[in-house]
């Protein structure tokens, strides 16, 4: 084993969690991760149990049964009786509300976890951690005289000065522009980049997991449905509701029709209509129901019958609506079932698009997913 | 002593007492799970709805040579309890318990509970949670408990009467000598009292309030800033 590999495996995060919820008998979150340094994010619509992991892993929750070990330390183990209290996990957990303590200014918040912590060494981390997130010249404001993002900031740093061997985010950055999402986010990398531990990041917005993600941990009712790269598990969701929290517009119930195995496709009729499709091969046999699913900004729009593509599946419908939402626009299209079709504004005009117009919706085979 | 004297000694042991006794009763009743918590909530609230002499009356039993509370005293210090400074003390803070204890269990409760499993969280168990979070953030519910418990203990009369008898110098206190006035028709006298007791109760629930209310919130965040 080499140096990367041992540091990787001595820092990784490695949990087996189940946990009743109190309040819904009939979840149960049951879910094995592993974790390397580096931000995972833990992607799935809410309700999934995305926070109730986050808590059992920093212990504000007990789980039921499992292991959680950090760092090759075990902080859980339903089976040995060990249960390390949440002070003493050394797992910094910042919650979407933040709690930031509104009677510290944001240089007592900060300094809130080092107090046992020599004064020359408190003044040094402190010195860096207020530079690195750029909040110097916030040290005497309260929370409440702070903007949004400085909150953001002044909560990450109050977690990460203590030097945690796990941190834990629940969208911590929801209701920030782009903008001053991606400069915290760049500022979390870089510290995260000297100070090699695994971060898991709760989202449900897959645009903070295109700009975040090297591996997202897919969840849903709280079972693990999917991992690896951002691509692999949300652009390939295999079950409905991720496909509807990862943003495809266009969920269809379909039968299959027939396989071509040598073409390495087969043919779907879409719901009742005679609308057929192409979609790429998989584990199912003629006659079996099942859904499809496709980005609405993956489906091209024409006014008139289109020749020459390579496309291969064009259909002709009926423009039903067209509304614009800020710079995008949202058609709907029958063509015996309905498909929403993302378009820009000067698509629109150019096509001279409006409702009741016919169109032709043009799909790529390898833009079609099948999920179950 | 003048009775006054002693109503302010009373009150300020009283206030004193109940709020390092009420403290822990009103964390555990603030942040217990257990189910039969609201027993405990009902005993607490018991002497709001209980006559003055009900609570006198059995804890004059408790105090008395032959009830527990009496022997106990009478073991460890030699003398009884009934009819003394310390009997009544024993009887008022029994008497002013839900006016010591309340406003803290509902500034407690009134913390965000994210706080407290974010202290956790940063390292501090729960007594640096209570001393560092809870404490500060409940300020103007300890204030008020301390200064209710001590003026609900200046205007009592009906248990410091059945508990303290009428002893001058011992457990004579304003109310009481108040009334003693009225019936040797010293009416200047128990009028001079009485005006001060009812400025001193009013100025004592315009602080209460004027807290709560955060009147003087900006000087309130400069102390806590330092």
């Given at each position: 084993m080499d140096t990367m590999d041992r540091e990787v495996n001595s820092l990784r995060l490695v949990a087996c969690i189940q946990k009743k919820r109190r309040e819904d008998a009939s979840f149960i979150l049951d879910v094995s991760l592993d974790a390397p340094p580096g931000i995972t994010i833990l992607f799935g619509p809410s309700g999934a149990g995305k926070s109730t992991l986050l808590d059992c892993l920093s212990g504000l929750l007990r789980p039921d049964a499992g292991k959680i070990a950090v760092c090759e330390k075990v902080l859980f183990d339903s089976a040995l009786g060990i249960d390390v209290p949440p002070q003493k996990r050394r797992i910094a957990y910042v919650f979407q509300s933040l709690a930031l303590f509104p009677h510290l200014t944001v240089e007592q918040n900060i300094a809130y976890g080092l107090r046992d912590i020599p004064d020359q060494d408190r003044r040094r981390r402190m010195e860096e951690i207020l530079e690195a997130f750029g909040v110097e010249n916030l040290r005497k404001r309260k929370p409440a005289q702070i903007s949004g993002g400085?909150?953001?900031?002044?909560?990450?740093?109050?977690?990460?000065?203590?030097?945690?061997?796990?941190?834990?985010?629940d969208e911590p950055l929801?209701?920030?522009?782009a903008e001053r999402k991606a400069a915290i986010v760049e500022d979390l990398r870089a510290w995260n980049a000297s100070k090699r531990i695994p971060i898991l990041y709760v989202t449900h917005n897959r645009e903070e997991v295109d700009a975040l993600g090297e591996r997202v941990i897919a969840i849903d009712k709280g079972r693990v449905v999917g991992h690896g790269a951002p691509m692999e598990v949300l652009d390939a969701p295999r079950r409905k509701r991720l496909a509807q929290a990862a943003g495809f517009e266009n969920l269809l119930d379909a039968t299959v029709v027939d396989l071509r195995e040598q073409d390495g496709v087969m043919r779907l009729r879409l719901g009742e209509?005679?609308?057929?499709?192409?979609?790429?091969?998989?584990?199912?046999?003629?006659?079996?129901?099942?859904?499809?699913?496709?980005?609405?900004?993956?489906?091209l729009l024409a006014s008139e019958g289109p020749r020459g593509l390579s496309a291969r599946n064009v259909i002709e419908g009926r423009m039903a609506s067209l509304e614009q939402r800020g710079t995008l626009c949202i058609a709907r299209v029958d063509c015996g079932v309905t498909f929403v079709v993302h378009l820009t504004p000067g698509a629109v005009r150019s096509l001279k698009l409006a409702a009741e117009k016919p169109v032709w919706l043009v799909l790529k085979t390898h833009s079609c997913y099948l999920v179950d | 002593m003048n009775s006054l004297a002693l109503s302010f000694e009373l009150a300020a042991c009283v206030a004193g007492l109940l709020l390092l006794i009420g403290t822990p009763v009103a964390y555990w009743l603030a942040y217990s799970h257990w189910r039969g918590k609201f027993l405990l909530e009902s005993i607490v609230a018991l002497p709001l709805v209980l006559p003055p002499t009900v609570v006198g009356f059995y804890a004059l039993l408790a105090m008395g040579p032959r009830g527990p509370l009496g022997k106990m005293w009478m073991a460890l210090f030699g003398h009884g309890l009934a009819f003394t400074f310390g009997g009544l003390v024993v009887a008022s803070v029994v008497y002013s318990f839900p006016f010591g204890v309340q406003p803290l269990i509902a500034s407690f409760e009134a913390v965000d509970r994210k706080l407290l499993e974010a202290s956790a969280v940063l390292g501090s168990g729960k007594w640096q949670t209570f001393l560092r979070v809870i404490l500060p953030l409940?300020?103007?519910?300890?204030?008020?408990?301390?200064?209710l418990s001590f003026a609900h203990t200046l205007g009592e009369f009906g248990v410091v009467l059945m508990v303290g008898g009428d002893l001058a110098g011992a457990t004579r206190t304003a109310s009481i000598d108040i009334y003693d006035r009225v019936e040797t028709l010293e009416y200047g006298e128990a009028n001079r009292l009485a005006l001060l007791l009812l400025a001193i109760a009013f100025g004592v629930l315009c602080l209460v309030y004027a807290v709560n209310r955060r009147v003087w919130t900006p000087a309130w965040t400069r102390w806590t800033a330092k």
């Open positions: 400085e909150r953001q900031r002044t909560a990450l740093a109050r977690s990460l000065v203590t030097e945690p061997r796990l941190l834990l985010l929801t209701g920030l522009d209509s005679a609308c057929e499709i192409e979609v790429p091969l998989a584990h199912a046999s003629a006659g079996d129901r099942v859904q499809v699913a496709i980005r609405a900004g993956d489906i | 409940s300020l103007p519910g300890v204030v008020t408990a301390v200064v």
